[in-house]
């Protein structure tokens, strides 16, 4: 694994585009510069508002830029394209097919012959834990395994980045502390890259090698903040108790938490 | 038999009947066929007490020796299917029938496939949309007495009401049922390399279902519709063109045939053909809401 060299960068990017309504100018990012190594999982957090879900959708390719510089292994990003996998907010996996057929679907677009897809949907469904569900269609599942289901079609496509964007909002409280716990051990298995967007201080501390704080809007890198706690470590029983997790928690907490009563004056 | 035994039997029956079709199937169909058997006994009732004059309403027994009458100068099956005249009754059914299915070989997928892209594409839509809205506005029978001036009484003119009245209701409702899908379906597609020939096929299609069976179900009855009423002005065959020149010969039975017959054609392809496209399609993906 070379640390050296990062899968994702982003250079001195900026956004504006222009309010659907009222027309104005809105000023969304400001001048973000990061980098993503191997391997590595890093936190977005920041209040509402600020730009995180446009960051997202600029690396995803679904939102055209025009100042600074986004590129993947080396490839100035120019549009959408399967090196980097999205998992969306909302419920993304296709009404009409299959929980498989949805999983292999990012295999099927590149042609791979149905033998060979078998096995790597096979071996995604029993990472994701929906063995038994191979041939249920999306509203015969629960909130929860439809996100499972999106997050094994994502890897099933084999991106070399993969976008997540607050994937775990819509799903209750128990659920989402599963799939977090479960999202750690699939980033400890994969060894994927994985930008992870999300508004829980919880949820960024518990999953990020790094977290980084968006400023409120126009938004802004203002700070990084290092976890450094090893994944096989990372279960929701202990870090109630683990002084790096609290230490690194608070931390975040408190720079959102300036960041809001910013956002709320304004 | 007494009572009892009577009681019996019937229980039996019933129990025997729920068992064939099912509780909620079996209540299904006696309900649904109340109001026909309340309809029959009026009309049978209407015989016997002899309300109305046998000129205005036909005894059931005439309507069905009709059937006969009409195909009394028949030679067989094959002059059957080959429309020779002399099978009045079948010939009738089956240019009509033949409208239908060519109007729908030829209106449905181009209906549809111009309304998907007109609902993915905005200056497509903008182009296309307000001829649609202008043709749309002028009902199907409206353009009869044009299509008999353009070309004369017969097939195309049938074909053409037919054809026009199907195309844009598929147009519109694939359109629209296009506008109305997620765009992160799209996204999703895009994100994993899909090109925008994989998004028509795998998202704006099966995502236009429900959109689309319900423009199938209203181009079966306005088409229909639209149909025979330009077999009876436009036409020289057909099953509005038989209840037409019956009518004119005051053979009132043959029109309750002609009416009767066109009922069950109407109801068979709906049973048959689209039910079973809803119930396999959009049903079984949960896109739309299914009665228990």
Redesign the interface.
Known sequence: MNKLIPKLVVEGLSHHYPDEYTGESVHALEDINLELYEGELVSVVGPSGCGKSTLLNILAGLLPYNIGVASVDGEVITGPGPDRGVVFQEHAILPWRTVARNIGHGLEIRKIPEKERNKTVQDFINLVGLTGFEDKYPHELSGGMKQRCQVARTLCADPVVMLMDEPFAAVDAQTRITLQEELNRIAMATKKTILFITHAVDEAAFLGDRCLVFSARPGRLKEIVKIDIPREKRVWADMNTDAVFIAARDKILASVREEVSVAVEE | MGARSKMMVFSRLSVALQRRFGRQRLRKIILGSIPFLFFITIWHANTVFGWLPPVFVPTIGEVWEAIFFLQEDCPGFVPLIKLDNDCMMTTHILSSLGRVILATVIGLPAGIALGVVAGMSRPISKFLEPVGVFANSISGIAWIPLAIVWFGVGWVTTLFIMLNTIFWLMFFNSMLGVRSI?K??E????????SRW?VVT??YL??A?PSIITGMRMSMGFGWRALIAAEMIGGDSGLGFMIFTSAAEFKIEEVFLGVIIMAIIFMGTDKFLLAPLEKW?VE????VWKPS
Do not use: E, F, K, N
């Not at chain 2, 079984?284 to 896109?287: A, F, K, P, T």
């Open positions: 997620a992160v379906y996204d999703s597609i895009l994100t994993m390399g899909g994989d795998q998202v099966p995502g279902m399609t079984r993906w949960g896109l």
